[in-house]
């Protein structure tokens, strides 16, 4: 999902409807699709698409959709020309080749959704934001809060969160964390948003509502939340960490819409 808004962001995409094709997208799952597409608007794109294929139908099956309904949709898609063949390449205005094999792991940031990062450089990476802040007043105390520090950790509805095996993911590494008696800090505002209803039910259906919700990140409610700046206001003693002692705290969430200021003005 960062690879290719790196990509489309270098090249001005305005507005343009996206559609991926190749050989490569009969490997992924209609949720790693999912997790790319979401990505659309910090594309520049209009919208971005992939194409109805056996993935799809498998999507489909798996979601509880009859054998017949099913079948409708690749019948319909088929005798309309809108199945996929990986290995016909239609006409477009402009096209962009990305070998998934170059795809490393990557975060988003500090400040931009087309920023990449490797996770062992994410300290380094704010360096440039803690230059331009003087520490006033010095931190003391058993929950010193400094440079660095998380004051937002959110699942958001938006990016990772589109496809359910991550979710699961963050369910069985919360088991793993509440096994090991690891817990937040005490100044983390933390949080759960999915985007729908159902991943309550799968992730109730596997039993991990509990571990998520014991180490902090229970579900708060369903669609956009911290990923559009609707976290609320920050706990005192990180807002005060901010505004009288100059502090660099930081957000991090399972989303990438990280423009300047958009998961909150302090952050």
């Not at 998380?150 to 993911?169: F, K």
């Not at 259906?205 to 956009?224: H, P, Q, S, T």
């Amino acid at each position: 999902a960062l690879r290719v808004t790196h990509e489309l962001r270098l090249r001005d995409v305005d507005n343009g409807f996206v559609e991926f094709f190749g050989q490569g997208v009969s490997s992924l799952t209609v949720g790693q699709r999912a997790v790319v597409a979401n990505m659309a608007p910090e594309m520049g794109a209009q919208t971005a698409y992939f194409p109805i294929d056996d993935q799809t139908l498998t999507y489909l099956a798996a979601t509880g959709r009859s054998s017949q309904h099913v079948e409708l949709v690749r019948d319909y898609a088929q005798a309309n020309a809108l199945w996929f063949d990986p290995d016909k390449d239609p006409a477009y205005s402009q096209t962009i080749s990305i070998d998934l094999c170059s795809v490393s792991i990557a975060m988003a940031g500090p400040t931009r959704p087309q920023d990449l990062i490797d996770p062992r450089d994410a300290r380094n990476s704010l360096k440039p934001l803690i230059d331009r802040s003087t520490i006033r007043e010095p931190a003391t105390g058993e929950h010193a809060i400094g440079h660095g520090a998380v004051a937002i950790a959110a699942i958001t509805s938006c990016t990772n969160t589109s496809d359910i095996r991550l979710n699961i993911a963050a369910g069985l590494i919360a088991r793993r964390a509440r096994a090991l008696g690891l817990y937040p800090k005490p100044w983390v505002k933390t949080s759960f948003s999915p985007g729908s209803p159902a991943a309550a039910r799968y992730l109730a259906r596997v039993g991990l509502i509990a571990d998520l919700d014991a180490i902090g990140f229970g579900i708060v409610g369903f669609g956009c939340m911290t990923c559009i700046g609707n976290s609320g206001p920050l706990p005192d003693p990180v807002a005060l960490a901010i505004k009288n002692a100059g502090v660099v705290p930081v957000a991090v969430l399972s989303g990438n819409r990280n423009f300047p200021g958009r998961v909150h003005p302090l952050l």
